[in-house]
Every structure is written in structure tokens, then in C-alpha cells.
């Protein structure tokens, strides 16, 4: 795919007004991300989903802010034309809203990122949403099932399948563009939940598991291919097994290795004129005789 021109927050407002919908994909390093720009996905997430995808941690929460620069700087090179977030990880912005400022700004300054991420819709996240975009950053919001909080929700459960659950998400909503956000993203939600919290505000609506009424959708890079599989989440669609072919491959080469197969010298090895492998086999066999 040709280079395009970078997207910003201001097309992402006139997408939403002209319901033209918004592609978004996780990625966490170099040849991911160089993928998703050929494909033109229009928004990469450089996700504390990393914490499971790429280092196997149970959860997110043993992420560190140095992990995701370097995962953040990874995507920025592999897709330099792509609108890209970093993700705050836990405990980067709960504390103050010094740490917000000083962990979003190292997004920006340290790895060229387009915006940051952060959860949750208590009284402190959104003075940490108000103080990072009064700093001069794009923040998008993030709600319903929320990983960092999931102690406190009793797991990666769905979220907003009552009345009063799906009232508490829309107020959440509209406090979070009060408090400043750009986007918001929405997670794990009943489809009507997440059509009465895309209404009620008037700054794009990203779904993940949240229907279909949303300004565009995200899913986990390594979900969608078929590259994760401790754990598939109801949401996913699969597009691909990429899992499977890496498994062929490997158990190929391995086969071939073990049965001579691979390399074949000339066709798997560097060539020299005859002469030359003549006199190197003449001149080892008489040095080391």
C-alpha cells in the first residue's frame, strides 16, 4: 500500500459525523505494525494486552511504563504513517497527576505516539483524563469491562447488562468527554449498552465487544489471527490461523533438519568459483593433516 497521510483527531470527528467507520488493531512491535499500515488499519493500539501477547503474563497489571516504550517505539517505526496510542499501564497514572503527565509524555516524547489510553471512570481517572489533556495531549477514555479494574469487577466479566450498570456507563461516558477525552473506547458491553453510551456523547465511540452502533472497533491482533489461543474471547472473530501455519513451520524445519533435508549446499549455501573450493580443501587438508 502507497504511503497515506497520517490521520489525526480532527478526521476521526468528521468519520464519526459522516459515519464513515474507524479501523483499530493492537500491535506491540515492528513487523506487526508494518503489516497493519499496508493493510490500512487506521489507528494501532500499543496495548498493555502486551503484558499476555508478548511476555505471557497471566494479566496486564505486571506491565511497566519502560516495556511499553520500547513496544511503542517498535510500532512507530513499522508504522510511521498510522494514527498510534499508547496505553498507560497500571499504576502509571493512578497515583497523581504528575505520574499521568510525566507517563504520557514519555508516549509522545520517547516513542512519537498520536494519543494515550488510560481506564477506568472513577473521580481520580478523570481529574488524570483532565490534567493529561491540559498538557497539551490527545487522551482517550476507556470503560465498561476494564482489565486493570478487574479485581474489582470479579473479572474480565461483561459489564453494563442491567439498567443500572448501562446508566452508570453513560454517565461514565459523558463525564470522561467533560473531563477532556478525545475518544472513548468501549469494552465487553451488551450491544444496546454500548448504542445508549455511543448517543450520549459526541466524541467518537470505539467498540471491543461492544456491537455494532459504535464509530469503529478494535480486537487484539493475535486474537483475530489465530495467533493467541490460551484464551478466546466470545467477541473475537477469527480472520485467519496464523498459529497453525507457525506450527507447520516449525515442525517442517525441525523434520528436515533432523532427516538431512535442510540446507542443501547450493541451493541453501553461499557459491564460490570451483577453483576456490579446490585450493581451500587443498590448503586445510595440508595445514591440518
Given at each position: 500500500?502507497?504511503?497515506?497521510k497520517?490521520?489525526?483527531?480532527?478526521?476521526?470527528?468528521?468519520?464519526k459525523?459522516?459515519g464513515?467507520?474507524?479501523?483499530?488493531?493492537?500491535?506491540?512491535?515492528?513487523?506487526?505494525a508494518?503489516?497493519?499500515?499496508?493493510?490500512?488499519?487506521?489507528?494501532?493500539?500499543?496495548?498493555?494486552?502486551a503484558?499476555?501477547v508478548?511476555?505471557?503474563?497471566?494479566?496486564?497489571?505486571?506491565?511497566?511504563?519502560?516495556e511499553?516504550?520500547?513496544?511503542?517505539?517498535?510500532?512507530?517505526?513499522?508504522?510511521?504513517?498510522?494514527?498510534?496510542?499508547?496505553?498507560?499501564?497500571?499504576?502509571?497514572?493512578?497515583?497523581?497527576?504528575?505520574?499521568a503527565?510525566?507517563?504520557?509524555?514519555?508516549?509522545?516524547?520517547?516513542?512519537?505516539?498520536?494519543?494515550?489510553?488510560?481506564?477506568?471512570?472513577t473521580?481520580?481517572?478523570?481529574?488524570?483524563?483532565?490534567?493529561?489533556?491540559?498538557?497539551?495531549?490527545?487522551?482517550?477514555?476507556?470503560?465498561?469491562?476494564?482489565?486493570?479494574?478487574?479485581?474489582?469487577?470479579g473479572?474480565?466479566?461483561?459489564?453494563?447488562?442491567?439498567?443500572?450498570?448501562?446508566?452508570?456507563?453513560?454517565?461514565?461516558?459523558?463525564?470522561?468527554?467533560?473531563?477532556?477525552?478525545?475518544m472513548?473506547?468501549?469494552?465487553?458491553v451488551?450491544?444496546?449498552?454500548?448504542?445508549?453510551?455511543?448517543?450520549?456523547?459526541?466524541?467518537?465511540?470505539?467498540?471491543?465487544?461492544?456491537?455494532?452502533?459504535?464509530?469503529?472497533?478494535?480486537?487484539?491482533?493475535?486474537?483475530?489471527?489465530?495467533?493467541?489461543?490460551?484464551?478466546?474471547?466470545?467477541?473475537?472473530?477469527?480472520y485467519?490461523?496464523?498459529g497453525?501455519?507457525?506450527?507447520?513451520?516449525?515442525?517442517?524445519?525441525?523434520?528436515?533438519?533432523?532427516?538431512?533435508?535442510?540446507?542443501?549446499?547450493g541451493?541453501?549455501?553461499?557459491?564460490?568459483k570451483?577453483?576456490?573450493a579446490?585450493?581451500?580443501?587443498?590448503?586445510?587438508?595440508?595445514?591440518?593433516?
Amino acid at each position: 500500500m502507497a504511503d497515506v497521510k497520517k490521520k489525526t483527531i480532527v478526521d476521526f470527528r468528521k468519520m464519526k459525523a459522516e459515519g464513515d467507520k474507524i479501523t483499530w488493531l493492537t500491535g506491540y512491535d515492528y513487523l506487526t505494525a508494518k503489516y497493519e499500515e499496508r493493510a490500512g488499519v487506521e489507528m494501532i493500539l500499543v496495548g498493555d494486552s502486551a503484558g499476555n501477547v508478548m511476555h505471557g503474563y497471566k494479566d496486564t497489571w505486571p506491565v511497566t511504563m519502560d516495556e511499553m516504550i520500547s513496544h511503542a517505539k517498535a510500532v512507530r517505526k513499522g508504522a510511521p504513517n498510522t494514527f498510534c496510542v499508547g496505553d498507560m499501564p497500571f499504576m502509571s497514572y493512578q497515583i497523581s497527576n504528575e505520574d499521568a503527565i510525566i507517563n504520557a509524555g514519555r508516549f509522545i516524547k520517547e516513542a512519537d505516539m498520536d494519543a494515550i489510553k488510560l481506564e477506568g471512570y472513577t473521580k481520580s481517572c478523570l481529574e488524570r483524563i483532565t490534567a493529561i489533556n491540559d498538557a497539551g495531549m490527545v487522551v482517550i477514555g476507556h470503560i465498561g469491562l476494564t482489565p486493570q479494574f478487574a479485581a474489582q469487577l470479579g473479572g474480565n466479566k461483561a459489564q453494563g447488562k442491567s439498567l443500572e450498570a448501562a446508566v452508570k456507563l453513560v454517565k461514565a461516558a459523558k463525564d470522561i468527554e467533560a473531563a477532556g477525552a478525545s475518544m472513548i473506547l468501549v469494552e465487553g458491553v451488551p450491544a444496546i449498552t454500548g448504542k445508549a453510551i455511543h448517543d450520549a456523547v459526541s466524541i467518537p465511540v470505539l467498540g471491543i465487544g461492544a456491537g455494532s452502533y459504535m464509530d469503529g472497533q478494535l480486537l487484539i491482533f493475535a486474537d483475530m489471527v489465530g495467533y493467541f489461543d490460551d484464551f478466546t474471547p466470545k467477541f473475537v472473530k477469527k480472520y485467519g490461523n496464523v498459529g497453525e501455519v507457525l506450527l507447520k513451520s516449525f515442525q517442517d524445519y525441525c523434520a528436515e533438519v533432523k532427516g538431512g533435508q535442510f540446507p542443501i549446499d547450493g541451493v541453501h549455501a553461499y557459491k564460490i568459483k570451483e577453483e576456490e573450493a579446490k585450493a581451500i580443501e587443498e590448503a586445510i587438508a595440508k595445514e591440518f593433516k
